[in-house]
């Protein structure tokens, strides 16, 4: 088990077996992205640019939801809201901890989905490059 500092973080609890930076400064998140085979540059506002590629954003006819007991019937199913079998979520799950143990780094932010400290939702976003 790696030992965790202020910047890194076991994560050896979900199956990724190699320590992972966490919550970096944004100084060093923009040293690391332009240093990365990624495409990166600073804007002349000083914005970081990044290029993820030709799949960018998300689709949302492609997003699948594990049907829980818990939560199902507050859910809308239908065209968005597509049940995923639990099965299938392991298997997709088992394919990502494995990327993500085969990849160079791994970079973790933890976050929050929604401004309202009432209603806002602890995130934490595991990714392999230093832009999220």
């Not at 202020?6 to 100084?27: C, E, M, Q, W, Y």
């Not at 290029?51 to 949302?60: D, I, L, Q, V, W």
């Not at 492609?62 to 995923?84: L, M, T």
């Not at 979520?89 to 929604?114: F, P, Q, S, T």
């Amino acid at each position: 088990m790696a030992v965790q500092t202020p910047n890194t973080i076991d994560l050896f609890s979900i199956g990724i077996h190699k320590r992972a930076f966490r919550n970096l400064s944004p100084s060093a998140l923009y040293k690391l992205a332009l240093e990365a085979k990624d495409d990166s540059a600073i804007s002349s506002t000083g914005a970081l640019i990044s290029f993820s590629g030709a799949k960018t954003g998300r689709s949302p006819k492609d997003k699948r939801i594990v049907k829980n007991p818990a939560s199902e019937n507050d859910i809308w199913w239908g065209k968005i809201n597509i049940p995923f079998p639990a099965a299938s979520h392991k298997a997709n799950r088992d394919l990502a901890v494995r990327y993500l143990n085969e990849a160079e780094n791994v970079y973790v932010l933890d976050g929050y989905a929604g401004w309202d400290e009432k209603y806002r939702l602890k995130v934490r976003v595991i990714t392999t490059r230093p832009y999220h």
